[in-house]
Every structure is written in structure tokens, then in C-alpha cells.
């Protein structure tokens, strides 16, 4: 199953966020790959996770960017996010940029 996608735009919430400084080395994507749903950044359908519980194939559901060059996952990375809708059992990868 593939998820509707949506974007994840970062709206800065407290002074400490809205002091951050941008990716000095990164490219321009990086730190703007948020989102729900759709397919995940790096990683193919075959190497999607299988549930502990059923055994089936987990599917994505979003995924995490690197935030700034103090908050970077795995060399300009993110997070990925899958889960069981018949288990409620969830699973996360990270995926190296």
C-alpha cells in the first residue's frame, strides 16, 4: 500500500529554532525531505521492512530529514518510518543521504 503524500514544511516554534543556521556543505534538498506518505527517500520496495508479528511487508509511512549541520543523521540522512496497519507494529531506517 502506498500512502496519499504530503509535505512536511519546518515552521520554526522557539527562539532556539529560529537561531539555527542552514546547511553549510549539504545540497539544496537536504534538510527539505519531509514528509508523509508517497515513496521513501533511498530505500527500494524490496527492502521495506517485513512486521515481526505477520509477516508481511510494512509500509512507508514518512520520513524525517536532517535538520542543520548541529542536528545531521548520518551524513545528510534521514529518518524513515514504516508500519503494520494490521499490527500497529512501526519500524524506523535511517537512510544514509
Known sequence: MILPCFNLILE?????????TPFRWA???VGKRNKI??????IKE???????C?????TFYGQLDSI?????IADCGLI???ICFDCNEVRTEIVCG
Not at 37 to 42: E, K, M
Open 12 to 20: 520554526p516554534i522557539d527562539e532556539k529554532a529560529k537561531k539555527l
Open 27 to 29: 545540497s539544496p534538498e
Open 37 to 42: 506518505g508517497g515513496l521513501p527517500t533511498g
Open 46 to 52: 524490496n527492502d521495506y521492512p517485513i512486521c515481526p
Open 54 to 58: 505477520c509477516g508481511k511487508k510494512m
Open 68 to 72: 542543520n549541520d548541529d542536528y545531521i
Open 80 to 82: 524513515a518510518v514504516f
